[in-house]
């Protein structure tokens, strides 16, 4: 079987989390991957099954999937065009250059970037590699769980993870039905105004956003992944569906920052809120979440569409 793109990322204990939390906080970080995110376990994957003899691969991306894609293409010695709404940064888009991609920005948001993707796919015999709406993705993003469970002493009393079009929590319930630990809680967090996974939960079926207004735009996109949906409906492992604004997303990157010395977006700082923003607690208070809470496994899902410059830029933007 040919090795794996991904790496077995550290988790690490922090301290200061632990403060907060009152319970054993540990980061799975992401961050560390290759690519800069999460990503590269499914996409990895899905391009070891599906792309070894392609012509080259097209992937719809506000930036992490395209990444992955980018660089799994790269290793493969397979060309790879990426496309991505207008709201990407130039950052993103020089990085994904820099990985030997073709960059074609396509449209708004990502559900625009994606139907240009399935059209080349279509017109140019490429093989389409699809950010989260796939069980290749989902079996590779599983492999999180598995890593953890291979190296922590106990079960986790939750999982804390950010949604953006839901594969990876569709990987990580897999991964927690993959090692027996159906009855840990999942926490998935997202931020108002892409909050695709909430509306979903909320109305009992799948919802298609009018727009992206939330500045996660990794986060972006309009409508949930139907599995991820399906997850929520199932209650085979209870998922509980929060957001948080944009300002409390960048103060927990911020914050992060300060205390675990790691730059991530604000897509994984949706995630981090949860512990900076006292949400935990209030969760505890309200007997959605076990009071003590066994250790608190925290996603970090990482994320390469963010620098200092980037950083500065959106605290003008919310802090205006």
Not at 35 to 60: P, Y
Not at 176 to 190: H, Q, S
Request: aromatic share 4%.
């Amino acid at each position: 079987m040919a090795r794996p793109f991904h790496l077995n990322t550290p988790l690490l204990e922090s301290v200061s989390m632990t403060q907060r939390v009152g319970t054993p906080v540990f980061l799975k970080m992401e961050n560390s991957q290759p690519s800069g995110s999460f990503k590269i376990r499914g996409i990895g994957h899905l391009c070891q099954q599906l792309a070894t003899d392609s012509k080259g691969v097209v992937c719809s991306s506000g930036g992490n999937a395209g990444m992955a894609a980018a660089y799994v293409a790269r290793k493969m010695c397979v060309p790879a065009t990426i496309v991505v709404p207008s709201s990407t940064p130039q950052l993103v888009v020089q990085r994904l250059r820099d990985q030997g991609a073709t960059v074609n920005i396509t449209g708004k948001v990502w559900d625009d970037a994606n139907t240009e993707a399935l059209r080349l796919a279509e017109t140019e015999g490429l093989t389409y590699v699809p950010p989260f709406d796939h069980p290749l993705l989902w079996q590779g993003h599983s492999t999180v769980i598995s890593e953890v469970a291979a190296s922590l002493e106990e079960k986790p009393g939750a999982v804390l993870l950010s949604v953006g079009g839901g594969g990876l929590l569709c990987g990580v319930i897999q991964g927690l039905k993959d090692v027996g630990w159906t009855d840990v809680p999942v926490i998935a967090m997202e931020t108002v105004g892409a909050d695709c996974f909430n509306a979903a939960v909320k109305a009992g079926r799948l919802v298609t956003l009018d727009d992206i207004t939330s500045e996660a735009k990794c986060l972006g996109a309009k409508t949930v992944c139907r599995k991820a949906f399906e997850f929520s409906q199932s209650g085979e492992i209870s998922i509980i569906s929060e957001l948080v604004t944009d300002q409390q997303a960048l103060s927990a990157v911020e914050t992060f920052l300060d205390e675990e010395r790691v730059l991530v977006e604000m897509a994984c700082g949706a995630a981090l809120a949860a512990v900076y923003s006292g949400l935990l607690h209030t969760l505890q208070d309200e007997g959605r979440l076990p009071a003590p809470l066994g250790p608190l496994l925290v996603i970090v899902c990482g994320g390469s569409s963010v620098d200092m410059e980037q950083l500065s830029h959106l605290k003008h933007k919310l802090h205006t």
